[in-house]
């Protein structure tokens, strides 16, 4: 008998109608007599409610009270797929994170899964259950509820796969499966069959937000391949999975960008050994994830500027701490918030030369500027004016030939 993990997104599981809907894709699991273990998000638009909720009481609204409230969705979600579930004849019950439980480690709001106990939920299993289980949520050595970071649920699901050895990971979402670039924003993108973890992973990091980047690093360190499908239609989705030969003689698998990225530059900042540190170590502390980075050095060697990206949401405090920094000492900063990053992805890269010419050559042939670049083995990242975006992703996706 296998054992099948099913999760469900947000818009999956937007309505009552959806729900109906998807206990019977449940359904037809069961039937095919697999254990059938279901990770459900909340209803599309409740986590962001509650969100708006907390702002509305503080803006310094406590963490740990924080993650108890914005955890809530999912037990609405949960409770009415297994009320619907008994409804139409099967066993089921919700499971909420600390009653399984599962167990997280690190801060609030970003914290991960170390470890689920499964006794229960095995137990349930074998007498023919469906465990409805929330995502995106655990307890903490304080038995405090935790979350693992927006659109945590898909890494609830593969770590599940994980602790129940199962034999499938099944997230069920919006979309028909990975596309080339995000469907909803260029129409000529291509369904992807195949992908390999690490190109998912940096299309994920890189804002294709079809799946959360932690889910598709527990995915790659545990061996679990993940099929990505709708829940609406009926069609063979993506699969993710580890590197194989006999797969993919594409160069570039995909077009990943972001929205809400913002560029900082500190110009005329005394230069001496370790002042890039000196800025940087408050903005980490205070939790701000530093993205794509270039310094300069004035021709005397004495003074430098620097440029680096961060999310637009960490802006202000980003600012107040640059400006509140005794150790460094500048002339000028200056912020954009319009600025955008994107980028091509593809293992084909490695062992095919010009790519980055090819890249650059086609944002030239439409006259937008590079403003950052950054490269890794498998991506190339360009940060450019947002109004930009559009009419970059499609001369990339038509130079890549994915159209
Ligand atoms: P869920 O609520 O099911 O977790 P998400 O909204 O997190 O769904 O992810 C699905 C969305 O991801 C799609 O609606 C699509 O617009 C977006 N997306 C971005 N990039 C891609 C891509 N390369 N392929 C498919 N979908 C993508
Ligand atoms: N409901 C949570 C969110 O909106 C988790 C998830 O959807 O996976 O981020
Ligand atoms: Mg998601």
């Known amino acids: 008998m296998k054992t099948v993990v099913l999760k469900f997104g947000g818009t999956s599981v937007g309505s009552i109608d959806r729900i109906k809907k998807v ?119 304080k038995s405090r509820l935790n979350t693992i970071g927006r659109s945590g649920s898909d890494a609830t699901a593969i770590m599940f796969a994980k602790f129940l050895n199962a034999d499938e990971c099944i997230i069920y979402t919006d979309v028909d499966g990975v596309y080339t670039t995000d469907p909803r924003d260029y129409k000529n993108a291509k369904k992807i069959k195949k992908i390999f973890y690490d190109e998912m992973l940096e299309m994920a990091s890189l804002g294709s937000k079809v799946m959360q980047p932690t889910s598709v690093q527990d995915a790659k360190l545990n061996k679990i391949n993940i099929e990505v499908k709708s829940s609406f239609v009926k069609k063979p989705g993506t699969l993710i999975t580890g590197y194989s030969k006999s797969f993919s003689d594409q160069i570039i698998t995909g077009i990943s960008s972001t929205k809400n990225d913002a560029k900082i530059t500190i110009i005329g900042v005394k230069d001496r050994p370790g002042v890039a540190a000196c800025i940087f170590k408050p903005l980490s502390h205070n939790l701000i994830n530093v993205d794509m980075v270039v310094q300069n050095i004035s021709l005397n060697g004495k003074e430098t500027d620097l440029t680096f990206t961060i999310k637009s949401e960490d802006l202000k405090k980003t600012e107040k701490l640059i400006k509140q920094n005794k150790k460094i000492s500048f002339k000028k900063i200056s912020f954009d918030r319009e600025v955008s990053k994107v980028s091509i992805i593809g293992v084909g890269m490695i062992t095919t030369p010009g790519i980055t010419y090819r890249m650059f050559q086609a944002l030239a042939s439409q006259k937008i500027n590079i403003q950052v670049i950054s490269t890794s083995e498998i991506k190339i990242s360009v940060l450019v004016s947002s109004k930009n975006v559009k009419k970059a992703v499609a001369v990339l996706h038509k130079e890549f030939k994915l159209d």
Request: charged fraction near 20%; proline fraction near 2%.
């Open 23 to 141: 206990c019977k894709i449940i359904a037809s699991y069961k039937k095919k007599k697999n254990k059938v273990v279901v990770i459900s998000s909340a209803m599309s638009g409740v986590t962001n409610d509650l969100i708006n909720k907390s702002k509305q009481i503080s803006n310094n609204f406590d963490k740990a009270e924080y993650d108890a409230l914005v955890s809530t969705g999912e037990q609405v979600s949960c409770a009415l797929i297994a009320g619907r579930l008994n409804h139409i004849g099967f066993k089921s019950r919700s499971w909420l994170s600390w009653q399984v439980p599962i167990l997280t480690e690190g801060s609030y709001s970003v914290a991960r899964i170390i470890h689920i106990v499964t006794k229960e939920i095995k137990n349930y299993l074998k007498n023919n259950g469906i465990p409805i289980i929330t995502g995106f949520q655990g307890i903490n050595s």
